[in-house]
């Protein structure tokens, strides 16, 4: 517990990335999402797979190259198409490569480049830029507030199969710890989408979790523990942002389609 919370103290510096947003922001998303492709890539090598490095690292580029210096839907379409075209092609070398190879590369990019993204396109949606806080709030505060509470009342398991220390006491102490983080933000610094602010808390609070499972069952079938060893405590990139990858696209698609 002692090496968790002091791995977390070790983080919050990184929320100054946050306080300085724009370019600055994106460069960070940019930096997880080429560190968080390699090391989800790296697991497949216990499964004797071989998805592309290069053109992860290329999508990556294109990608924030596109967000940076044109946007616009129909470009976010075309390099989907493109990444999608390019992890294909990569077939090509059939004596080399499998199916599978390809499946993981796409994999890799929707799921650690581009989820990962929303942090920047959050951040990028002028009035409401400040709701990027609640990517953090919703998915770090849940995961202490399910920690704490798991540890003090958990007695059911929630998936155990899955992660067997998670409880249903932890799971829901977690969604209402995201609730009251996020009506606490809400009342002091977005006062006038305080009730959205509320919803979003209990949507990534369930969503956070989900994001969290998903890497879990991700390392199991890898057969690995954690997917690197950057923080002490925490794992890799990915062992410290699996929920945000989850929370930033619901909430970034909240404030699109609702507010």
Not at 31 to 40: K, Q
Not at 57 to 82: E, H, K, P, R, V
């Amino acid at each position: 517990m002692k090496t968790r919370i002091l791995s977390g103290l070790i983080m919050t510096p990184l929320l100054i990335v946050v306080v300085l947003g724009g370019k600055v922001l994106a460069l960070a998303c940019f930096a997880i999402g080429i560190m968080g492709v390699r090391e989800f890539y790296n697991g497949f090598k216990s499964l004797n797979m071989k998805p592309s490095y290069s053109v992860a690292y290329i999508s990556t580029i294109a990608l924030y190259a596109i967000n940076l210096l044109i946007g616009g839907s129909d470009w976010y379409m075309l390099w989907f198409f493109g990444s999608i075209l390019l992890s294909l092609l990569y077939l090509f070398k059939i004596e080399e490569r499998n199916l599978e190879d390809a499946m993981a590369t796409i994999t890799g990019i929707v799921y650690v480049v581009f989820f990962s993204f929303h942090v920047a396109l959050v951040e990028q949606t002028a009035e409401y830029s400040i709701l990027v806080w609640l990517i953090f709030l919703t998915a770090f505060g849940t995961d202490v507030m399910a920690y704490f509470t798991g540890y003090a009342f958990g007695k059911h398991k929630l998936c155990p199969t899955i992660s067997p220390k998670k409880t249903i006491e932890g799971a829901i102490g977690g969604t209402l710890g995201s609730v009251i983080l996020c009506g606490v933000f809400g009342h002091f610094f977005a006062p006038d989408v305080f009730i959205h602010c509320m919803v979003i808390g209990v949507l990534g609070g369930i969503v956070s979790q989900f994001g969290d499972l998903t890497a879990s069952i991700f390392k199991r079938k890898m057969g690995i523990k954690d997917y690197g060893n950057l923080i002490p405590g925490h794992g890799g990139i990915l062992d410290r942002f699996d929920s945000v990858l989850f929370t930033a696209p619901i909430i970034y698609y909240y404030i699109t389609l609702v507010l």
